[in-house]
């Protein structure tokens, strides 16, 4: 199951990958917003987050104007590593190399096109599990655990 959650400006954006999930046969759960009615988006990357975190749901997209500002309030939920990214090789990589669990995108950055893609690549990229990948994880965890 796929976490979802917006801001007003990342609105749209979900409203197109929950199509195209749903044309995949993908299972998600939507944290909101539920409109393009102005709303912190802070709020809904902790809904989210959270769902991926407790383990209710595998990995969470998440989407507000910028992809920036949603990832920075995701990353202060113990355990989620959300990366923003707007090319094929950065969402690739941060699943392959960084276990990445939440992708977040700009609906003001990027087409809903090139959205698909990066949602595509990161959904179905698994993490290498290489010895200095989960060496790497393992210290961003410990960071994580002495705040």
Same mark, same amino acid.
């Given at each position: 199951?796929?976490?979802?959650?917006?801001?007003?400006?990342?609105?749209?954006?979900?409203?197109?990958?929950?199509?195209?999930?749903?044309?995949?046969?993908?299972?998600y759960k939507d944290y909101?917003?539920?409109?393009?009615?102005?709303?912190?988006?802070?709020?809904?990357?902790?809904?989210?987050?959270?769902?991926?975190?407790? &383990?209710?749901?595998?990995?969470?997209?998440?989407?507000?104007?910028?992809?920036?500002?949603?990832?920075?309030?995701?990353?202060?939920?113990?355990?989620?590593?959300?990366?923003?990214?707007?090319?094929?090789?950065?969402?690739?990589?941060?699943?392959?190399?960084?276990?990445?669990?939440?992708?977040?995108? &700009?609906?003001?950055?990027?087409?809903?096109?090139?959205?698909?893609?990066?949602?595509?690549?990161?959904?179905?990229?698994?993490?290498?599990?290489?010895?200095?990948?989960?060496?790497?994880?393992?210290?961003?965890?410990?960071?994580?655990?002495?705040?």
């Open positions: 199951m796929i976490a979802l959650g917006c801001d007003h400006a990342g609105f749209e954006l979900k409203q197109f990958i929950i199509k195209h999930l749903e044309d995949r046969g993908i299972e909101g917003t539920y409109s393009t009615d102005s709303v912190d988006y802070a709020v809904y990357a902790e809904k989210t987050a959270r769902a991926v975190a407790g &383990g209710e749901c595998t990995l969470g997209l998440l989407f507000c104007g910028t992809g920036v500002g949603i990832s920075m309030a995701a990353n202060k939920v113990r355990g989620i590593r959300a990366a923003c990214c707007s090319d094929m090789f950065s969402a690739e990589m941060t699943r392959r190399h960084n276990d990445a669990n939440i992708l977040c995108l &700009g609906g003001r950055v990027v087409s809903p096109e090139k959205a698909i893609e990066l949602v595509d690549v990161f959904l179905d990229t698994p993490f290498s599990g290489e010895d200095r990948h989960a060496r790497r994880i393992a210290q961003i965890t410990e960071l994580e655990n002495r705040f």
